[in-house]
T-cell receptor
């Protein structure tokens, strides 16, 4: 596609349920990032994928969060046993190579009730 | 670790006037980039302007320019001839080029409202 695509756009889930958020990066981009934006705040780095290398998971807030990137393209961020503090906008970004301009998707707004 | 601080949570400006958004950062690195991103209500982050730390000349992009003061670790954004479409959240961000991941560290944002 022309840009980074994220789905769903909005997700409401009950506390304790698992959710999966999807990111489809720009074709050919080797680097993919997940960020979290809590209400009224800046973005917080979660995880980074570069090609076939092991991901940098240093930003994941707990072991309930995990992500994978299949075939070097689409990525899925999974949150298990969701909590109310997980409510936020989850943004995905991709760049052609690490260190080059990052292009962002429109994010998934997750609301845990 | 790096930190980025935006001290102005909200600002407003009259259409056609000039406004400056402040950003300071803290780092011990020498090889880095600085960015300003715009986030309209659509939520998508849009790159406004980029500054490479080794360049002394301030970056400009049409109505947008920066005042990069490396010694003071300051990176302000000036928007000239403000337009209604400039209304958005603005985020200052830092990228350490020595870091393997080159992930971005963001400030808390400034909400800018352009008034007609």
């Amino acid at each position: 596609g022309a840009g980074v695509s994220q789905s769903p756009s909005n997700k409401v889930t009950e506390k304790g349920k698992d959710v999966e958020l999807r990111c489809d990066p720009i074709s050919g981009h080797t680097a993919l990032y997940w960020y979290r934006q809590s209400l009224g705040q800046g973005l917080e780095f979660l995880i980074y994928f570069q090609g076939n290398s092991a991901p940098d998971k240093s930003g994941l807030p707990s072991d309930r969060f995990s992500a994978e990137r299949t075939g070097g393209s689409v990525s899925t961020l999974t949150i298990q046993r969701t909590q109310q503090e997980d409510s936020a906008v989850y943004l995905c970004a991709s760049s052609k190579y690490r260190g080059t301009e990052a292009f962002f998707g429109q994010g998934t707004r997750l609301t845990v009730v | 670790a790096q930190t980025v601080t935006q001290s102005q949570p909200e600002m407003s400006v009259q259409e056609a006037e000039t406004v400056t958004l402040s950003c300071t950062y803290d780092t011990s690195e020498n090889n880095y980039y600085l960015f300003w991103y715009k986030q309209p209500p659509s939520r998508q982050m849009i790159l406004v302007i980029r500054q490479e730390a080794y360049k002394q000349q301030n970056a400009t992009e049409n109505r947008f320019s920066v005042n990069f003061q490396k010694a003071a670790k300051s990176f302000s954004l000036k928007i000239s001839d403000s337009q209604l479409g400039d209304t958005a959240m603005y985020f200052c961000a830092f990228m350490n080029r020595n870091n393997a991941g080159n992930m971005l560290t963001f400030g808390g944002g400034t909400r800018l409202m352009v008034k007609p």
